[in-house]
């Protein structure tokens, strides 16, 4: 691989220990050259280009000052660490970036020593590094620093608040940097501002600082105890000269900024002044995403993940979608906007993700009914129960593996009180590149034991139309549970038709094998039979609809006329559909051989979803495989 793909400086670096060698008046030029072959790369190798880009002038900094991996780097929200994977190892393997048998777009630590903490889903970074630092003191590693490096979105979560509220109370050292990139926490700028973060961070203010703290404790003047309130003192006096008063400092948490984020040499002063300090602190940054790259400094969302793109002309290079089967989101948006121009009680909820689940449709149709409440799924359900309580209907719409930290939610505050919430899982099953921190594959199996839901996917388009509906008409607390991507029609539009909970339908006749399918790859079923065109004897069909309730009628039909019968869903096979199937047949006493296709039990990593359909052998000749094994 020729080294002018990376640029002058970055050729010659393959660790950050290379990096380090440099003299600091070359940073400037690092930061450039890795800003240009992220652009490179993801022009033609889709990724998450702004985060990243907004982030290399920090990530330059970060491994300059600090010993990594000896010390830690705890990212939040991964996808703002590309920078970071090409300095630490996987420059020349960069290219392989979300792709099947490549490298993660997440940090990993099965990946890379470098990489301290995996970081797929957002506001764990606090903890994660909080604990790290704690066992560093216990382990009387004073050497050793840890960094928190937190994405502005990520401070929406409530597990960034949980952190930070502990960061105060236990002994630590933590850095927590504040990656800010729009969010208006902290408005604090000018000359004096400027002013008090100089000196505040300077290497001779806090040395002077801590050597009166440590007088003081000799003379017994002051405890540990009192330390915290002269600490709050010292936030109370520094709020009365700026007249701003800071959030985090109500944590008790030293707090330095905002500062610059793309002056790569101030980062490193201010890294150096503060690295040292006693005690947890913050730097807050504020940085631009998509930085060096105008068409995403323009437009953030539209270029935070914007596929294939000219990285000369700044096009963005879409597919022609033109008589092609709408993305599920969309027939989702589009269709919670109809049943909203119905009834005025529906509202929409999603935490964080409105263009990603085309819930910005209802924002745009009836802004006053669309809520986006940020990266807190947790809260997301919890705030929607609360509008079911009082007679709305919300749509709470969360992508399938960020539903999993609202488990004790969904538990306590919807299905106990059997509240009239539909709860739609975008992203079921297994996603493609974003790997095994967003394969939506366990909520069959996690939902499935909770009293009162209805637990329901779609086969098709229409008929996720059909569930929305009947979801709206009902009463109960109601799960509907589609995939990302493309559905199966381009005539999506049907008029919705009620869906009576807990029936199923057969599609095929049969009599020596039955299969059961349940949403979407019910359609890979249907070539797998018409491929084996009568091969493997005469096959039966049924898509289930529901996991929750099941339609007793069609299993005892199946139980009674079936010795060879196979489960089909994307999602895990243990716990999930096929294990509903087989609880059902033992309760029964009903005695078929029972084969599951499904999600082994593993974690399954990175590529798209037909490689990993395939890999997982849940793909038509994966299904194939298993009829003819019958």
Known sequence: ?????????????????????????????????????IIDVLSVNPGHLGASLGTVELTVALHYVFNTPFDRIVWDVGHQAYGHKILTGRKEVFQTLRKFGGISGFPNPNESEYDAFIAGHASTSISAALGMSVASNLKQEEDRHVVAVIGDGSMTGGLAFEGLNNAASDPNNLLIILNDNNMAIDNNVGAINQYLVDITTSYA???MRYDVYKGLKKMNLISEKRRGSILRFNNSLKALITQQHNFFEGFSIRYFGPVN????NYLVKILNDIKDMQGPKLLHIKTKKGKGFEP???????????GKFNKETGKRIIPDNLNQPQLYQEVFGHTLVELAEQDKRVVGVTPAMPTGCSMCYLMKAFPERAFDVGIAEAHAV????????????????????FMQRAYDQ?????????????????????????GATHHGVFDLAYLRPIPNLVIASPFNEWELRNLMYSAYKGNDPFVIRYPRGKGEKTDWHNTPEMRPVGKGRKLRDGKDIAILSIGPIGNDVVKAIEQLNGEAGSIAHYDMIYLKPLDEELLHEVGENFSKVI?????????????????????NEYTPRIKRIGVPDEFIEQGSVPELLRLCEMDVEGIIKVIRSF
């Open 1 to 37: 691989m020729a080294e002018s793909i990376y640029g002058e400086l970055l050729s010659k670096i393959n660790s950050p220990e290379d990096l380090r060698k440099l003299p600091q008046e070359e940073l400037i030029k690092v930061c450039a050259d890795i800003r240009q072959y």
């Open 205 to 207: 203010y806090n040395k």
């Open 261 to 264: 984020g793309h002056d790569v």
């Open 296 to 306: 995403a400094e323009k437009s953030a969302i539209e270029w935070h993940a914007p």
């Open 382 to 401: 919890t705030f929607s129960a609360g509008m079911a309580k009082e007679g709305l209907i919300p749509f709470c719409n969360i992508y399938s593996s």
């Open 410 to 434: 969904v538990i306590h505050d919807v299905a106990i009180q059997k509240l009239h919430i539909i709860m739609c899982l975008d992203r079921g099953g297994l996603v493609g590149e974003d």
């Open 567 to 587: 489960t089909v869903e994307n999602g895990v096979r243990k716990g999930g559909f096929g294990s509903a199937v087989i609880e059902f047949m033992a309760d």
